[in-house]
């Protein structure tokens, strides 16, 4: 588990996204290999983003509610929510490099 990304629930996330601040949001299962992959990937964006968005995990096979309603049908998926809205998601395992570049892209 990482200290930098919070596992929240899906009604935590809805708090987190509807108080306005930008939320990166990493939709996981545990036995799913690439989702395993991307957690440390996830870990070190956490540490470089700092400040700029809350980084939560979101495991949809506990949470099957948040993840119907945003229509995840596929995993790993990063979803960035800015004032109180999905603004973008990014769907499967990429290496770091890719990350940055998609959360510089993203959180402005």
Same mark, same amino acid.
């Given at each position: 588990m990482?200290?930098? +990304? !919070? %596992? +929240?629930n899906g !009604? %935590? @996330? !809805?708090e987190l996204v509807a108080a306005g601040g930008a939320v990166v949001c990493d939709f996981w299962a545990s036995w799913c290999g690439p989702c395993r992959? @991307?957690?440390? +990937?996830m870990d070190k964006m956490a540490q470089e983003f700092a400040? *700029?968005?809350a980084f939560? !995990? +979101?495991?949809v096979d506990d949470n099957e509610e948040i993840a *119907?309603? @945003?229509g995840i049908m596929s995993?790993?998926?990063v979803y960035v929510f800015a004032d109180g809205v999905v603004k973008t998601h990014h769907l499967g395992f990429v290496p770091e %490099?890719?990350? *940055?570049s998609f959360l510089t892209q993203n959180l402005g």
């Amino acid at each position: 588990m990482s200290n930098n +990304v !919070k %596992e +929240v629930n899906g !009604k %935590e @996330l !809805k708090e987190l996204v509807a108080a306005g601040g930008a939320v990166v949001c990493d939709f996981w299962a545990s036995w799913c290999g690439p989702c395993r992959m @991307l957690g440390p +990937v996830m870990d070190k964006m956490a540490q470089e983003f700092a400040g *700029r968005a809350a980084f939560v !995990k +979101v495991n949809v096979d506990d949470n099957e509610e948040i993840a *119907r309603e @945003l229509g995840i049908m596929s995993i790993p998926d990063v979803y960035v929510f800015a004032d109180g809205v999905v603004k973008t998601h990014h769907l499967g395992f990429v290496p770091e %490099e890719m990350m *940055r570049s998609f959360l510089t892209q993203n959180l402005g």
